[in-house]
């Protein structure tokens, strides 16, 4: 199997709204207006929540085809801890995104505990989005 | 300053597809049908990307404005690398994620190079989404 890559292209509509293409999907990503934008979509940091349940999703399936067990679906919580200070320059104490990601996956399957609890690891051991999350990535931003 | 908490519901419209809730936003996540979906939205880790580019968009502005030079929009052009050996159990070598993203912000801006060059110094270290990839986070998952 060979690398995947995956791109967009972005640019501002204001200084709060930024309008993603990748294929030929359009995101539309903003501000509440309680932290300097318009309010016309989800803000980054919420869509990184987002972008962590939808993996936890597509591989939540795959695991349990391959464990051999009925999944009917999945729900999510999710909550992210974000101390603001780094961020809005006021303090440099605390990391500038989030301190903590807490995710409650409640499955619909017809499985025992003991399956789920290795089904669970599995998942998080093989999303991706999980994976760029809890372990350091590579991000390179150089001006073009 | 406290605490910021951003929180979001999610649940599985069918084993690729994610239905995301967040304050009065919905997202819908899909894989395209190579990866088993029904292509009804940008993959997981294209929202990733969408992320960052956000991100960095509100904090490019903020900074400049901090810094006291016209910034007029922005362009971003990013791509992410992903091995996926982990991800569909052929291969555990690699990472499940994205092993290396790039970015390339293009900023239509009154200001010489080099206080560019500081800006994105100070963008890279005070925006949320590229600290949570750079850093490893702390992401609990757990059966609700």
Redesign the interface.
Known sequence: ?S??????????ES????V?E??S?K?I?D??ESL??TDH??????????????????????IAS?LGFV?R???????????????????SEK?????????????DADANEEV??KW?EI??????????????????????
Chains 1, 2 share one sequence.
């Open positions: 199997m690398d995947l890559k995956f791109t967009a292209r972005a640019f501002s200084p709060a709204k930024t993603v990748t294929r999907f995101i990503i501000e509440p300097g934008g979509g989800a803000n980054p940091v919420e869509y990184v929540l987002a972008a962590l349940a939808g993996c936890l999703n597509v591989v939540g399936h795959m391959e999944l679906g999945i729900e999510f919580e999710l909550e992210g801890t974000l101390h603001p200070g780094k961020l809005f320059g006021t303090s990391r500038a995104g989030y301190s903590e990601i807490s995710v409650k996956i409640i499955p789920l609890a669970l998942v998080k051991e093989r999303c991706p989005v999980s994976d760029n999350l809890t372990n350091p990535t590579s991000v390179s931003i150089e001006l073009g």
